[in-house]
């Protein structure tokens, strides 16, 4: 990556240095400094205000991006595969017969069963998750069951 010329300031200095880390994977406190021409004390205090802000994690001697194991967005799970998630919750809908009691949990992929529920007569549907509540809402012939729970400290 091409260094900055001048002192960047603030969030478009922290825009590239998250920038840095993601292309590189990590970067140390030296090196991040060089690249962006401030001292390693400000690369120092980004780096902890951008971990504080979940958008890297802080290493000895630098910063690394955020393991690519955690759960994407909501919003770019829908649109991933959403053409698979759609033929997958048709194909399972055309399974449920009248006056079944099922559980949908919450996801994409069991959610893309939801549009195709309507029409199946005494349907019940059990669920943890709002999404799924407020997305059957307006079906009014399917029952909604919300699963609770105990919060802590209550009996």
Do not use: W
């Not at 401030?38 to 120092?44: F, L, P």
């Not at 393991?67 to 759609?86: M, T």
């Not at 199946?120 to 729970?149: C, E, H, K």
């Amino acid at each position: 990556m091409p260094q900055a010329t001048e002192p960047l300031l603030g969030p478009k200095r922290q825009r590239e240095l998250l920038n840095y880390i993601r292309a590189s994977g990590a970067g140390s406190v030296n090196e991040l400094a060089r690249h962006l021409n401030v001292s390693a004390s400000t690369v120092r205090r980004d780096l902890n205000e951008l971990q504080d802000r979940g958008l890297l994690e802080r290493v000895h001697g630098g910063a690394a991006q955020i393991d690519d194991d955690i759960e994407p967005l909501r919003q770019q799970r829908e649109v991933s595969f959403a053409a698979e998630k759609r033929r997958i919750g048709q194909a399972a809908a055309a399974h449920i017969v009248q006056d079944s009691t099922v559980l949908i949990t919450g996801g994409t992929t069991t959610e893309a069963m939801l549009p195709f529920l309507g029409g199946i007569q005494g349907l019940t549907v059990l669920t943890n998750s709002i999404t799924v509540v407020n997305r059957l809402a307006p079906m009014t012939d399917i029952d909604v069951i919300v699963l609770g729970g105990c919060c802590a400290g209550r009996r």
